[in-house]
């Protein structure tokens, strides 16, 4: 009696978590169908699958707006996040080692202060540094998308310094004794050790600046050639025009593709970087 209760109640538990995940993934699902189907029939169909296929969408889609394609919004993306994910990391990681191996005055207090940025919102920070580049003349390029990346992050510093925190200081004290200097440690134990948090960073960065839409709005709506996907998507949806929902959907679903086999590729990295973050060793 007592197994099969367990197992009638293992059935129900994982019928609830079913039908809980297939809730989480049907707008995903919908979205996926929907670039299947005749544009127009899209919004007036009840369930999943199209009432009517239509497999132009896709090169429809990637014809672009005007004379720039969806190469183009790609490209522009791939250039943005990649560039601003090495300065991210690179950057993050040096200052990491700083508060993490460095004896200077002060430490405790700019890290503090460092942590302390996390809590203001990015809409405070938005007007001010608007101004600030475009006193620089950086509005209608990615310069003040990628060149603040190059001075660290604050949250991929804090998940660094704890990652850092927990290698044994005992194999610095032994590279020493080898002849290595503080820089050397940093390259040579630190970093080929901290490569979970590495990768755990790079992947936020990458998916996030993937997905940033607030940045390129401010300073590259003006230029079409150097939309990303994020804003050519916007502009493609437009509610003044007539807008190709299929076309729309198929590009959309194409815009999840990098960042979903990025996160399928390096899962690994990403649960050890996390779940080691802060342990001491």
């Known amino acids: 009696m007592v197994t099969r209760h367990n197992k009638i109640w293992s059935v129900v538990k994982h019928a609830i978590v079913l039908g809980f995940g297939f809730i989480m993934v049907y707008p995903l699902l919908w979205m996926l169908m929907s670039s299947f189907e005749v544009s127009d029939q899209i919004f007036h169909r009840a369930g999943l699958v199209p009432s009517q296929w239509d497999f132009t969408n896709y090169p429809t889609g990637w014809a672009g707006i005007g004379r720039w394609t969806f190469t183009r919004f790609f490209g522009n993306s791939f250039a943005y996040a990649l560039v601003s994910t090495f300065g991210a990391v690179l950057s993050s990681s040096v200052i990491a080692y700083s508060f993490s ?19 203001l919102p990015g809409q405070v920070l938005m007007v001010p540094q608007y101004l600030w580049f475009h006193s620089l ?3 209608g390029t990615y310069l003040p998308l990628v060149v603040p990346a190059f001075f660290g992050g604050a949250f991929f510093i804090f998940l660094m310094t704890n990652f850092m925190n927990a290698i044994p200081r005992e194999l610095d004290e032994s590279a020493k004794i080898d002849g ?32 940033d839409f607030m940045g390129p709005l401010l300073y590259v709506q003006g230029n079409p050639r150097l939309f990303p996907v994020t804003l050519a998507l916007r502009v493609f949806a437009d509610p003044t025009t007539v807008t190709d929902w299929g076309a729309f959907f198929a590009m959309s679903v194409l ?10 590729f390096f899962q690994r990295y990403l649960v050890e970087g996390i779940s080691t973050t802060g342990l001491k060793g």
């Open 101 to 119: 191996r460095g004896n200077y005055p002060g430490r405790k207090i700019l890290f503090a202060i460092m942590l302390g940025t996390l809590l």
């Open 137 to 139: 003349g950086w509005v």
């Open 180 to 211: 290595c200097s503080f820089y050397g440690i940093y390259a040579k134990i630190i970093i080929p050790l901290s490569v979970p948090s590495l990768v755990t960073a790079g992947l936020f960065s990458f998916i996030w600046r993937w997905d």
């Open 255 to 264: 815009s999840l593709v990098p960042a979903v086999l990025i996160f399928i």
